[in-house]
């Protein structure tokens, strides 16, 4: 199905770098959830956002939700090695039920 | 901890068994759950929405015959990957939305066909 265009595709960092990725979407959303997942493992939910314009933390990480409802970034802040995973961005719409949409993934990577 | 269980977590069956997988929410009840799969380094692509007390929706391209969707109760959904080949295999992921927001998944099951 339609995803959302999710950057960048990979990281590489080192270990107490701060890290930013984003979603943008040409539609609007009214949920935006960010996801990361190990391998071998299901996406694990790291933080959701309900309203336009809200930022919400999640101890090292940020995530906020675009004013114009068709964007999200995630940050993490003072990157340790098991940060290093798949992130994903999902956005659910009004009219979409509880479906989602996922982003392509951001592959993270953080050297010691 | 987990709030949607599934398992098994890896299946290695024989080309032409059927092998079931089963998702279930542990603390909430769950009238939609959506199953997924997803190939090596990308994202998940979404296969069929299973719906309590009717017949599951399925993506553009998902046979339904080959893979039957059955949603019994409001906790439990089950996957069934019918006379499976090599190309079934793949990670399968299951999610259910809490709070009709809120999507929680599975631990995911590696299935492989030899």
């Known amino acids: 199905g339609q995803q959302l265009n999710q950057s960048p595709q990979s990281m590489f960092i080192q270990e107490g770098e701060d890290v930013s990725m984003n979603c943008t979407s040409s539609s609007i959303f009214n949920t935006w959830l960010w996801y990361k997942q190990d391998p071998g493992e299901g996406p694990v939910l790291l933080i959701a956002l309900y309203k336009a314009g809200e930022l919400t933390s999640n101890g090292r990480l940020t995530a906020q939700f675009g004013i114009t409802r068709k964007d999200s970034f995630l940050n993490i802040s003072a990157s340790i090695p098991s940060d290093v995973g798949i992130y994903f961005c999902a956005g659910q719409r009004e009219t979409s039920g509880s479906r989602l949409t996922f982003g392509e993934g951001t592959q993270l990577t953080v050297n010691p | 901890g987990a709030v949607v269980s599934q398992h098994p977590s890896r299946v290695i069956c024989k080309s032409g068994t059927s092998v079931k997988i089963e998702c279930r929410s542990l603390?909430?009840?769950?009238?939609?759950m959506f199953w997924y799969r997803q190939f090596p380094k990308q994202s998940l692509m979404l296969m069929a929405t299973s719906n309590e007390g009717s017949k599951a929706t399925y993506e553009q391209g998902v046979e339904k015959d080959k893979f039957l969707i059955n949603h019994a109760s409001l906790t439990l959904s089950t996957l069934t990957v019918t006379s499976a080949h090599p190309e079934d295999s793949s990670f399968y992921i299951c999610?259910?939305?809490?709070?009709?927001?809120?999507?929680?998944f599975g631990q995911g099951t590696r299935l492989t066909v030899v």
């Open positions: 603390d909430f009840q769950a009238t939609t």
């Open positions: 999610s259910a939305p809490r709070q009709h927001t809120e999507a929680f």
